[in-house]
């Protein structure tokens, strides 16, 4: 199965992930320095078909920004709920995200991007009621999905006990009152920080598996964070607490 993906970073870090890139279509007359940069990339290591083409070619491929470069490159299987209980024993002191009911593309986009910046382990996304992984997606990413590995499960809460019989603390993302300060919660051993949905946030039997609720202090005029920008805020926080330690 193939797919489309759009944007001049995301298909430079598919290519440098070793993605199979069968097709690039490139803007031709293109005075774009990143745009030409790429083309020698692609020239150099031999892309099976490169083809110049129009921008309105390109408007007709891709409805969206797509910076004058679109590829088709081979679906990546996302891997299953199997595998993380055969993984999540491997793990040493992981830190896991957890992506539970993302329904707009770009925002799932951007917390993979934040996930890859901060070096998570894996992530964890749910199969049903979430936004799929879109050449939007791709876009948004930035190229961060080659470097991810991707969990898709239909069972959220079960997965959640999978990796809590592994060691793995669960760290849910809520305003509820009784959740903890993210400054003043420790995140340096076995983590997996888990984020709801933009609207309604974590579902109640996900909510209720977690081992305990934190939340990120704001103004008392204000009481949410887009959930792309909250994802940043507490990966990075885990990562300035292990950094510390280490």
Request: some cysteine.
């Amino acid at each position: 199965m193939r797919r489309i993906i759009f944007g001049i970073h995301a298909v430079e870090q598919a290519f440098k992930a070793g993605e199979a890139v069968d097709k690039v279509w490139l803007q031709k007359d293109s005075n774009n320095k990143r745009l030409q940069k790429l083309k020698q990339l692609l020239d150099r290591h031999h892309v099976i078909s490169v083809e110049s083409v129009s921008t309105a070619h390109l408007d007709q491929m891709c409805a969206e920004k797509h910076q004058g470069v679109v590829a088709e490159i081979a679906q990546a299987a996302l891997k299953t709920e199997r595998q993380l209980k055969n993984d999540v024993n491997d793990w040493q002191v992981p830190l896991i995200l957890v992506l539970d009911g993302l329904e707009d593309p770009r925002n799932l986009g951007a917390c993979l991007r934040s996930a890859a910046a901060a070096g998570v382990t894996a992530v964890i996304i749910s199969k049903n009621q979430s936004a799929p992984i879109t050449a939007t997606t791709h876009k948004t990413a930035a190229g961060a999905i080659a470097h991810l590995d991707i969990y898709q499960v239909s069972n959220m809460a079960r997965a959640l006990e999978i990796i809590k019989a592994a060691g793995v603390w669960v760290y849910g993302t809520d305003c509820d009152t009784g959740s903890t300060s993210i400054y003043q919660q420790s995140l340096t051993g076995s983590v997996a920080l888990v984020m709801g949905n933009e609207g309604t946030g974590l579902r109640h039997l996900v909510k209720q598996t977690c081992d305990h609720l934190v939340h990120i202090p704001m103004s008392a005029d204000w009481d949410s964070l887009n959930v792309a920008v909250a994802t940043g805020v507490v990966l990075f926080e885990a990562v300035r607490q292990r950094s510390q330690k280490s």
